[in-house]
Every structure is written in C-alpha cells, then in structure tokens.
C-alpha cells in the first residue's frame, strides 16, 4: 500500500532524528513500539499499543515528537494516533495529537492570589508565565472573522515590543481571545525563551495590588512587574472604576513601553467604550494597534466543530455538524458545550448522535437566546422612529447634521447592546467603516457625559429597545 509505504519512509526519517536526541532506554521502552499506519492530507498516523502510551508520549515526548515531524516532513505536519483500546476484539480509536506547546510547562499553582517574590524568579526559567501551552496558533482555527486579529498576534510573536506596542484586542466573552493572547506568549517563549513573559488576568492583577498593600510589599509589587519582558493583562475592563489600580499599571504601562517591553491587553469592548477608565490610560491603550476579533461566521463554526470532533476521536455526520454550526452562533465555548453535551448524552443512553439527539440538545441550549434578540437593524427602527426620520436617510450620503447624528445614536446602541462588529455596524449604517463607527460611539459617549438632556434622551431610546 503507497500510502503505509510512504508513512513508514517518513516515520524511519523521524525515528532517525529522535534516535540521536534521547537515550537509548527511553527509545526502545518509547519509540520502538510505534507502528506507522499511514499519511495523507498532510497528516502522519501512528499506532501505539496502549491509551497509557499515548499518554505518556504526549506528555513526556510531545517537543521531540513535533520537532522531528516538523523536521523530516514540514511544518504543519498533522500527528495522529491510533490508539489501541481493547487487545482481545482489535478494536481502536484515532485520536488527534495535542499542539500543546513544549515551550510552556504548565507548573503548579500554589497560592496563585500571592504577588509573585522578585526574588525568587531572578532567571527567565524560574519565572511561571501562567501559558495555557493548548493554547497556541496551530491549534486557532482560521476564518474570516478572525483573520486580522490572528495575522497581527503572528507579527508581535515574531517581533515582540518592535511591532504593534501595546496590542489591545476586544470582542464579547467566548471568541478565542485567551487562546490567541496564550498563543503570542507561547510563540514567543519558543523563539526568545531569555525573554521574561506573563500571563495574568486583570482580576489577580488587582489582587496581587491590593496584597501588596496590605502585606507592605508594594515595591516589590512594583519592581517584579518592572522585569516583565512581555506583559499579557486579560480582560482589562475588570480595571474599570479602581482609581489605584488603574494608577498603578499606569506606572508599570510606562516603565515597560519605555523599556522597549511588549505589553498586550484585552478586554469584552472597544477602548473608546470602556467607561470608569481614566483617559491617560485609554490614550495609552490606542498607541500600537487596536483589532477587533469578531464571533466566528458559519464556516469557521464549521471548521471548529469539526477540529473539537477530530481531537475527541469522535464520529459525527456532517449534517449534524451543520445544523450545529447554523443554529449555535454566541461563541466557540457554546459549540464545544453542545459537543460535549451530544457526548454524554451518547454515552449515556448508548445510542448515535444523529440529527434528532442533535435538534433537543440545540434547543435547550439556544431557547433563551431566540427568545429575544436585539439586531442592528432593530435598533435602526428605534433610532429613526424616536427622530421622525426615514431608515432610508441613514443610508445616503448627506451629511447635515440632524442625520449625523441620528446615524451615530445607532452605531452607538448597536455597538453597545449588541455583539455586532464594529466593521459590520458600519456597513449596516450608511456604509461606513469600523474607525467612523468607533469615532461615532465616543461622540456620543462624550456628549452623554455632559449633556443630561441628551442621556434622558439615549435613556428613552434604550427603553423602547426593550419594549
């Protein structure tokens, strides 16, 4: 058979390689046993006698096994397995290899809510990023709507604090932020790993602050975050209405952008709609890039489900994955959910996920959400109908003033009371791009602040929204 011809050629290449980079006990008692099955689409199967055994390689020998593919094959190169479950009956199950990065070994988190001892963490090895190492570029399924966002973390991976610098990326809770974040990290600890990165939430940001207060190790609190080569805050809007917090990593923002030091936020919204946030602060956050990173359109929800499917050794019609990916559209976490739900359930009543499993564990999952879904086009109306004007006039190019405005009110109360894009927004309104959309949305932000006519006027429209 060509295809198992060819596997064996390759394997014998990679066997090759990782002969010279191991001892020989562990060779033998690890590698020898491997029996290559086949590739295709770029994809490598081996077979390995036992599910302890993959476990073992995937946790002891996951680096030497990627180098060596990526090495004797190409870069990409997929690993599967097939692992051998039950002797007696021959029968197997394949598996995807994890693209968990060998460049991040998850450590035990002991007294995770502590501020981290400068002292104690002088050398790059000894510090504990806090990198999810699953989560890395090889295994963030591209699409459309993630694209951009995806292209610019490659560029700062490569290029850490001489790119885009601070890279601030948004978008509503479930899109794949922390997994990209993790992903420049990870990237980055595999090219320069002297360099000194850290992971931290904005949550334990403010408590390892607060702690260092309390205990008297402010300064300690200050000079460790100082020695960060490459600072990644998730979920920065968790900052809003802490005055000292906020403060605080105005400092260490400083000191890091001044040193040359890479910093990367995110947060669920936009800069110009972050509220409670001091507008140093703000400022600062659009001084590198600032990208949007979209819900996942059908394909890409396709392309996900199907990815989940493949590393859960799973079989699953592509109908039902369809209707999955057509019917389930708030974020990646509720499409796994729906997978690992179509599992259990499988598991459970012994019977095969098909299309009538499939409709009831949608619509329990999705009935709230159909009940009542605001659009953009919902808020047009609203917007048109509280000003006495046309939904056309929004659309056409004029620009006096009373239109003007009509057409930002909308962006704003679409950007703020729904998960649309800002690109999206713009091109539902009057055709215009994401920089006028965000450009709108302070404006009006702005004018809300100081105009209390206007925010009653904001506030009316919000409650016919919801009417």
Known sequence: MIENNQAIALWNRCLAFIKDNVNAT????????????????????????????????????????????????????????????????HISVNIEGTKRSPAVTPKPIVGANKTPNPVQALAPQDLDPHLNPNYNFENFIKGSS???????AETVAKNPARTFNPFFLYGPSGVGKTHLINAIGTRIKELYPEKRVLYVSAHLFQVQYTDSVRTNHFNDFISFYQTIDVLIIDDIQE???VTKTQNTFFH???????????????????????????????????????????????????????????QDGLSIPEPVICYIAENVNESVRELEGIVNSLLAQSILFKREIDMDLTHRIVSKAVKCVEAKTLTVNDIIEKVCQHYQVDTSTIHTKTRKREVVQVRQVAMYLAKKHTETSS???????????????????????????????????ISEIEASLNA
């Open 252 to 310: 260490i923002f400083n000191h890091l952008h001044q040193n040359g030091k890479q910093l990367i936020l995110t947060s669920d919204r936009a800069p110009i709609m972050l509220q409670g946030m001091e507008e140093r602060l703000l400022t600062r956050f659009k001084w590198g890039l600032v990208a949007e990173l979209e819900k996942p359109d059908v394909e890409l929800r396709k392309n996900i489900l199907r990815n989940k499917i493949r």
């Open 423 to 457: 690109s999206k927004i713009g091109q539902m309104i009057g055709n215009k791009d994401h920089a006028t959309v965000l450009h709108a949305c302070k404006i009006i932000k702005d004018q809300v602040e100081v105009d209390k006519a206007f925010k009653q006027e």
């Open 239 to 241: 900052f809003a209405g």
């Open 26 to 89: 562990a060779f033998k008692t690890w590698f020898e046993p491997i029996v290559p099955l086949s590739y295709e689409d770029k994809g490598l199967t081996i077979g390995v006698p036992s599910p302890f055994f993959y476990e073992y390689l995937e946790e002891q020998y996951v680096g030497i096994l990627r180098t060596a593919i990526y090495k004797e094959i190409g870069e990409g190169t997929e690993l599967m397995y097939s692992i051998l479950t039950d002797k007696t009956n």
């Open 146 to 152: 993630n694209e951009f966002s995806r292209a610019v």
